[in-house]
């Protein structure tokens, strides 16, 4: 049998790299063990040299890169200033100002002075000299069918011949009735907003280009004011639990009866307060995919998104910080003034229910691109004139409600086609799994039970979060 011969390193030569040297530079003597501790030999003392070279040497290189890693970031910081990003605003029609409600303040500041409106269909809240010049078009009736045709699009639904199925249920949803408005009121120039709290636009605007946060959310889910919310039920965001897949962790509580009460209330308020005061908006987003499933919210939906204007989501600004019924708060951000996209503030206004949080998301569209015909909100979501308009009336939850005329044209292009055909949906948090139910016509948690990676065995309170998932 041969013998394996290998020598052991005696004694440190030129040969000497960094892996000799420990964290403070000085040689491992271990390595070499005819070298005595302390030990003045020639062949000690470059290998020792050379270790505090390197130790040195790593100082530096690190200290460098420190250094100029600060320096970049005060020259993006500089350049940032010196050279801010173009902001679109809007442009007001001079107007007189009548005394109005004081500008939102941010929602960490709780003291807030609140004006209830009781709703009357006779009320009328400004003298007809101060209306806008966009008064409410007339509304026309038109036939029952549904108005949207799809002959040049080759859609599942109609291939597997369900869209006649699908036109007569969603014609049964239509009242008949619909109305246009003219392109002049997505244009950046409009009347001026009738409140005391925006009679200074250039300060408003120099604060809003700073895109500091205006609404302010709790919980996983971010579908809550912060102000109004049961501090129970929005905890502080979990950290994420070793060995499970998902990110999430079942923090967020949310009574479906509540939730679902609360949505549908502050719809039909809404409606009934924006019919009062001839404020045209329309559903969208989740609210437009619930409706074509069935006319009621998406269970994993947890707040509203309608749509306006640019006329229109001024005209609201006359009622900022008002409280509708006494219980919904109109809460207007002063980056209303501001139609380019801003990363924390892509909502124009809320609608509050005060008393369990839950929120109506309402974004203005505008032509903001002189050679772009289409009309965007701050996301950006672009939309066609011919998309949305005209109108249609129709039920959303029994709630009279207004929609785009292309309603599907336009959920196909944010949503995809799946989301019209697929039968089964696993929201992002992928705590439940919902299933479409032929039979009742209404979508259900699949097996009305969590999701093993969902549950939480320590802490069986926190699985309480029924029907709804993001």
Known sequence: MREESFRLPMMPDEHTSHSDCDKTGKLVTKKFPNVK????????????????????????????????????????KTTSQSAPTPVIV???????????????????????????????????????????????????????????NFTSLSLKLVTEAKWDEIKIRLSAYDTG????????????????ILSAAFDKPAAIVA???????????????????????N?????????????????YTPATLHDSKVMHDSLRALLDAWSTFATTNDLLWWISHGEMLGWFWNAKFLPWDHDLDIQV?????????????????????????????????QHDNTIDSRIVDTQTGYYIDVTGLAKVYPTDERYYCKSPHPYRHNQIFPLIE???????????????????????????TSTYY???DARFSYQWDAGRKEWGPLNGRHRSSGSNQKNPSLNRELLVGG
């Open 37 to 76: 501790r302390g030990s003045r030999l020639k062949q000690y003392r470059g290998p020792q040299h050379r270790c505090r070279f390197y130790f040195l040497a790593l100082i530096f290189v690190s200290a460098t890169t420190w250094a100029a890693y600060v320096v970049a970031l005060l020259v993006v």
């Open 90 to 148: 809007m442009d007001f029609i001079p107007t007189q100002s009548p005394p109005g409600s004081q500008l939102s303040q941010p929602a960490q500041q709780s003291q807030q002075k609140f004006v209830d409106i009781k709703l009357d269909p006779g009320t009328i809240f400004f003298s007809s000299e101060n209306e806008p010049s966009h008064p409410l078009p007339a509304i026309e009736t038109m036939s029952s069918d549904f108005a949207e």
């Open 177 to 192: 009735r619909y109305v246009d408005v003219s392109p002049s009121e997505f244009n950046l120039i409009q009347p001026a």
């Open 207 to 229: 604060h809003a280009k700073r895109d500091i946060k205006y609404f302010h959310e709790c919980g996983i889910d971010q579908k809550r004011d912060a102000r109004f919310a």
């Open 231 to 247: 501090p129970k039920q929005c905890p502080i965001p979990q950290p994420r639990v070793p060995g499970r897949k998902s990110t």
């Open 309 to 341: 204007s640019a006329a229109t989501v001024l005209k609201l600004a006359n009622f900022n910080q008002t409280k509708i019924n006494g219980r919904f708060l109109v809460d207007v951000a002063p980056n209303v003034l501001i139609r380019v996209p």
């Open 394 to 420: 129709t039920v959303l939850e029994g709630v009279t409600v207004w929609r785009p005329r292309a309603v599907i044209s336009i959920l196909l292009e944010e949503y995809k086609e799946r989301a019209l």
């Open 426 to 428: 696993r929201p992002y």
